[in-house]
């Protein structure tokens, strides 16, 4: 029912957006002041355009996304749909260009109007995202200012979990790696601030209340030295996330963190005795 709701507000809305994209494309044309002899061209273009666009839309499934989780992906799908509209909507005004309703206007307006099409209803899918990143659910002032140990691919998919469920407890100040280079780089807008053995003065002179360790395929040491970094700078939160399978299936989010345990700093799988066998083997000797 949910999935259907959505699917109308968004045709609903796309079919608004075009119209709209219409009127604006022959007001930018005509410098704000559109001929009274093009209304019927523009109804022309507003009949055909949504009889093309949204089907596309539709079929390159640019109404099956999640408005959290909108991405990249959605973008160069919004690029093809709204590119291959133009196109098709090209060759109909070609082939129809005799008929009075499709004749007599500047062909410039079709280009004019698919930007705005692109624009307006790119705009629409990223609202909310955009809305959440400028107005935040909680105050950051009740979230852990966070440091990030590893600028790689973990890293990066923790901050951007953070970055899409605002709700998280976590608030990303920075990140530290040992790459050179990667030192002064900016990730989604935070940058790299140092190094591991920078770790307590970067806490220090950015009041971090703890540590997201975020270096899965790095030996055991260097994640021993982090967390003497982290404990160093007087820090107790230290979460870590989980191994090298799920950074690679891109799984990693907030939600998998845990404490640092002891098997994280051995540098091999633990060894578990057979308490049984053991206690059988010294019953009553």
């Given at each position: 029912?949910?999935?259907?709701?959505?699917?109308?507000?968004?045709?609903?809305?796309?079919?608004?957006?075009?119209?709209?994209?219409v009127f604006l494309a022959f007001l930018v044309r005509f410098e704000g002041e559109i001929p009274s002899y093009y209304l019927l061209n523009i109804k022309g273009i507003i009949f055909l355009s949504l009889l093309i666009t949204l089907p596309i839309f539709y079929f390159l499934k640019l109404y099956y996304f999640t408005?959290?989780?909108?991405?990249?992906?959605?973008?160069?799908?919004?690029?093809?749909?709204?590119?291959?509209?133009?196109?098709?909507?090209?060759?109909?005004?070609?082939?129809?260009?005799?008929?009075?309703?499709?004749?007599?206007?500047?062909?410039?307006?079709?280009?004019?109007?698919?930007?705005?099409?692109?624009?307006?209803?790119?705009?629409?899918?990223?609202?909310?995202?955009?809305?959440?990143?400028?107005?935040?659910?909680?105050?950051?002032?009740?979230?852990?200012?966070?440091?990030?140990?590893?600028?790689?691919?973990?890293?990066?998919?923790?901050?951007?979990?953070?970055?899409?469920?605002?709700?998280?407890?976590?608030?990303?100040?920075?990140?530290?790696?040992?790459?050179?280079?990667?030192?002064?780089?900016?990730?989604?807008?935070?940058?790299?601030?140092?190094?591991?053995?920078?770790?307590?003065?970067?806490?220090?002179?950015?009041?971090?209340?703890?540590?997201?360790?975020?270096?899965?395929?790095?030996?055991?040491?260097?994640?021993?030295?982090?967390?003497?970094?982290?404990?160093?700078?007087?820090?107790?939160?230290?979460?870590?996330?989980?191994?090298?399978?799920?950074?690679?299936?891109?799984?990693?989010?907030?939600?998998?963190?845990?404490?640092?345990?002891?098997?994280?700093?051995?540098?091999?799988?633990?060894?578990?005795?057979?308490?049984?066998?053991?206690?059988?083997?010294?019953?009553?000797?």
């Open positions: 029912k949910r999935t259907f709701v959505r699917l109308m507000f968004f045709l609903f809305a796309d079919g608004l957006l075009i119209i709209l994209s408005w959290l989780y909108v991405s990249a992906e959605e973008l160069i799908s919004l690029v093809k749909a709204t590119g291959l509209s133009f196109l098709i909507l090209t060759a109909a005004f070609f082939v129809l260009r005799d008929r009075p309703i499709f004749s007599g206007f500047p062909r410039s307006t079709l280009f004019i109007t698919y930007f705005f099409v692109f624009v307006l209803c790119g705009g629409l899918r990223f609202a909310k995202r955009v809305y959440l990143q400028i107005f935040p659910f909680g105050k950051k002032e009740d979230k852990e200012r966070t440091l990030i140990i590893g600028a790689g691919d973990a890293g990066e998919q923790i901050l951007r979990s953070t970055l899409t469920f605002n709700f998280s407890p976590y608030l990303p100040i920075g990140f530290v790696d040992d790459s050179p280079a990667k030192q002064g780089a900016l990730i989604h807008g935070l940058k790299v601030l140092g190094r591991i053995k920078d770790i307590p003065k970067i806490v220090r002179e950015n009041k971090v209340d703890g540590l997201i360790i975020a270096i899965p395929s790095v030996g055991s040491q260097t994640i021993q030295e982090a967390v003497e970094k982290g404990r160093e700078a007087g820090l107790r939160k230290i979460k870590i996330v989980p191994g090298i399978e799920e950074i690679i299936a891109g799984k990693v989010t907030i939600g998998q963190l845990r404490e640092v345990e002891m098997e994280d700093l051995l540098g091999r799988e633990p060894i578990f005795l057979d308490q049984k066998e053991i206690e059988s083997f010294l019953k009553d000797k």
